[in-house]
């Protein structure tokens, strides 16, 4: 088995098991949510203007959750020296390690997305374009992600420091991720041009998160 | 094989550990590095691991395989056990091996070799801290690298642990492999070149 694909489903495995951050996330995101409507209150109409914004929000603190463990962990119990010191290509272990925490962290967002549109008061065709933009979207949330995570685990501190690093790096994707939703649900701009620059955010991310990982994780002390 | 370092220094939060360090080590030979806590043993393992950098000096190897660097051509076995919790003895081991590439010896043969094959289905959080050295030692046997870099490779083995350590490491040498361990006793190896950090270095 190549050595990239036996680090994606350790992860993912590891991710499912006791302990792991697969369930964490989604029930943070499903929490979060649900609070929003018993804050604002019951206005309906106020509920679902609010609710792409609220639904970006929770879905960006969710995936941060467990982003600062991911190579914490690795590091703690010597597993990151092993993985430094592997053959293959270190961006592409780190893509891997990325892969496997969108797929357990990121599409249960995208998953559990369209059943809190009803407490938004948003039918289910604007929710499935909301969820859609999540998809798309969240990728780019892991992929900026890692960039804090790998400083983190090289400067052996957790904790706060990912969130407060990585939250305004992440502003461009709330921006047009909300945009994208807002262009579905009360338009007047087409859904078409903020959702491709979410798209490309997600691409820029996918290059650009594993190059700057691996360059934070090899000058580590 | 051989694996030389000339004129090496390592600072370590701006200490000098050691300067001027250097050794030379040819297939089949092991090499135990001793001193006191604090000397830089684990230093040295982590600077020939690539996994820190030498403040001058250098670490090359000759004979190997060209294409790779020391560290792709290294097993190294650090203080910690890089063993996940949640993970069985089984799924720990087989993923190392098909993480390290090509295996030589397949994990579960490899746990036979420690004395863990009645462990295989066993979270890997249930194990004392002797039976996560042995784990991580079998690690090792899944795929072929001509130099290991053991730190204080008997730590928490229990005496039947050292023999089969011992056994493995001989067998090693045999086949012209290279051994660098740091350590604090002997490591059971009768004819070890040593190396003493702090006084002399």
Known sequence: MNAHVALFLRDVRLALRVGGGAWMGVLFFLIVVALVPFAVGPDSGLLRRIGPAILWLGALLASLLTLDQLFADDREDGSLDLILMGSAPLQLAILAKALAHWLTAGLPLVIAAPLLGIFFNIDLLSMAAVALTLLVGTPALTFLGLIGAALAAALRRGGLLVPVMILPLTIPVLIFGVAASNAAIVGPVPFGTPFTILCALSLAGLVIGPIAAAAALRHAD | ?201
């Open chain 2, 1 to 201: 094989m051989r694996l030389s370092a000339a004129d090496l220094t390592c600072q370590r939060g701006g200490r000098e550990l050691f300067s001027g360090l250097g050794f030379s080590l040819a297939g089949g030979e092991a090499l135990v590095v001793t001193g006191r806590n604090g000397s830089g043993k684990s230093s040295l393992l982590r600077l020939i691991a690539g996994l820190l950098r030498p403040d001058r000096g250098r670490i090359s190897i000759e004979g190997g395989d060209p294409e790779r660097s020391i560290a792709e051509q290294a097993h190294y076995l650090g203080h910690q056990d890089a063993l996940k919790p949640s993970l069985t003895v089984g799924e720990n081991l087989r993923f190392w091996s098909a993480y390290l590439g090509p295996a030589e010896n397949p994990p579960e043969r490899a746990l036979g070799q420690l004395g863990l094959e009645d462990l295989a289905d066993l979270p890997a959080a249930y194990l004392s801290a002797g039976q996560k050295r042995r784990l991580s030692l079998a690690r090792l046997l899944t795929a072929h690298r001509p130099l290991w870099l053991l730190d204080e490779p008997s730590a928490a083995l229990d005496a039947e642990g050292q023999s089969r350590l011992t056994d493995l490491m001989v067998e090693h040498l045999a086949r012209g492999g290279l051994i660098l361990a740091a350590a604090h006793g002997p490591i059971g190896l009768a004819n070890a070149l040593e190396l003493k950090l702090g006084a002399a270095a």
